[in-house]
């Protein structure tokens, strides 16, 4: 268990989902059991790709930002500051102290960003008509700069850029800083833009979803999955330590009371069952709560065959056969480096709702994934504590537990 | 001052930096009046060489453009040195 440290709670949510803009349309939409993923345009142009489906962010109004700083953000830098934005006036941090600082993951520097500088520059031999702009967009860090620089912080700058699991390694990167006392407050979480790049990778390593229907085609811990679905969006929160949250009376949504990260270098790909359950089991010895302590868990989850199996036969080690699992990326699909963040900020209004919420094109249970608990319908019932879990190509693994605020 | 030309910076401008047409005068300063730093004025040259479809080869003449006044001089000059090389001269 951890030491005399301070106490970590969220005070602000922010989203830009494929729903939209707003973290209650996306805790609404999820709520009605809606899926956000549509056709995947322009999919057929590119040769050999078998996906069909995708989960876009509808087109947002971007000019609130100013010129001067939009001009360096990439699209996921757009939607990590709206939602950067959302977060803090949700937290009443309208007035944010400027020496806050953030913590924002993302899978790797801009793919449609990427995409435009390599097409020019190999067709052209040169920078042709790229703006000056573009490499900042390219940059591992270029959404926590973009977005550091928008807001005008001169805090801490932390910029994990590890995949899949970014945006929750973030978040506890925030954590682990608050709490060891070297900052108050802290914007946390992650971001992901959809480029037909990322879709072809998953698809060229047999892990993407070919389902013809974008409503049934991401399937967590269905029999009938064949693979995940890619998204893009943005989860901001804010972090404060307690007594900052306290003393200027901010609205505390969750408390943060645990968080582990491990890594299995075994294999590239493949995800390793032992591995998380020992990250789990870090996470819960470092809340100082048991198992039976923790009513639900928001799994990762993203509907590859492989990888479910390991987290439900990790889960069932760890927790057993009783608690309640489930997936949003049954509707979400995988936003990548925002679904830790996206995730856990729906984790947060199912545990303030007190109703679980099942996991869609969930029908036949993969027996593969162990024996677990994976409702098919909503439920009421008293949560006060939720794992949230995610994980990476590399082998990257992260548990983060939230626990209601009680003084 | 050449009409198109002033017409096709001005309207150049206002689109890549989203400036107001009213912020389009001759005496307006680049960087002290319409806000651009030296990262925009890149994209200025970018802007302008697709406008008018030559490239700009002597960079260090834009150093010495300070207001749109400056900017249409040096088209002017741009162009009349690209015909004087397309006629061999």
Not at chain 2, 70 to 89: C, L
Request: hydrophobic share 45%; with cysteine.
């Amino acid at each position: 268990m951890k030491g005399p440290w301070e106490r970590v709670v969220i005070t602000g949510v922010g989203a830009v989902s494929p729903f939209g803009l707003g973290a209650d349309l996306l805790c609404a939409k999820i709520g009605q059991g809606e899926c956000a993923l549509g056709p995947l345009p322009g999919g057929d142009r590119v040769k050999d790709l078998g996906v069909k489906a995708a989960g876009l962010v509808p087109e947002i109004d971007a000019k609130s930002i100013p010129r001067t700083f939009r001009r360096s953000m990439s699209p996921m830098g757009i939607f990590a500051c709206l939602a950067a934005r959302e977060a803090l006036s949700n937290a009443r941090l309208e007035d944010y102290p400027h020496d806050m600082g953030l913590a924002v993951g993302t899978t790797m520097g801009s793919p449609q960003t990427m995409t435009e500088f390599f097409s020019e520059y190999l067709s052209r031999n040169g920078f042709g008509n790229l703006r000056s702009t573009t490499f900042f967009k390219i940059m591992g860090h270029g959404v926590a700069s973009s977005l550091a620089l928008s807001l005008g912080l001169t805090g801490r700058t932390l910029a994990p850029s590890a995949a899949c699991v970014a945006g929750l390694l973030a978040i506890g990167l925030g954590y682990e800083t608050i709490a060891s006392g070297r900052a108050q407050v802290l914007l946390c979480g992650g971001a992901e833009e959809f480029d037909v790049l990322t879709a072809l990778t998953f698809d060229h390593i047999l892990a993407a979803s070919h389902h013809p229907d974008p409503a049934k085609a991401s399937r967590p811990f269905d029999l009938d999955r064949d693979g995940l679905v890619c998204s893009e969006g943005a989860g901001l929160l804010v972090l404060e330590s307690l007594p900052q949250a306290l003393s200027r009376r901010a609205p505390i949504v969750a408390e943060i009371t645990g968080f582990a990260t491990n890594t299995a270098p075994a294999n590239l790909v493949h995800p390793d069952s032992e591995s998380i359950a020992q990250c789990m089991a870090q996470a819960l010895d470092d809340s100082g709560l048991t198992a039976a302590d923790v009513q639900a868990i928001n799994a990762h989850a993203t509907a590859t065959v492989e990888g479910d199996r390991a987290e439900g036969r990790a889960i069932e080690k760890i927790f057993g056969s009783q608690t309640p699992v489930n997936s949003f990326k049954g509707q979400l699909g995988h936003t990548m480096a925002a679904s830790g963040a996206l995730e856990l900020i729906l984790s947060i209004s199912m545990m303030n709702n007190n109703c679980f919420l099942p996991t869609r094109n969930l029908e036949t249970i993969d027996p593969e994934c162990g024996s677990l608990r994976l409702p098919k319908e909503s439920q009421k019932c008293m949560i006060s504590a939720i794992m949230k879990n995610s994980f990476a190509l590399g082998g990257v693994n992260a548990s983060l537990i939230i626990e209601k605020y009680e003084a | 001052m050449p009409e198109k030309i002033w017409k096709t910076v001005a309207s150049a401008m206002i689109e890549e930096f989203e400036l107001e047409p009213g912020q389009m005068v001759p005496e307006a300063r680049i960087k002290d009046d319409l806000g651009l730093d030296s990262l925009d004025v890149v994209d200025m040259v970018i802007v302008l060489e697709t406008a008018f479809d030559f490239k700009i080869q002597d960079k260090a003449a834009l150093k010495k453009i300070i207001t749109m006044s400056d900017v249409v001089d040096f088209i002017v000059a741009t162009m009349a040195a690209e015909k004087v090389e397309a006629a061999g001269g």
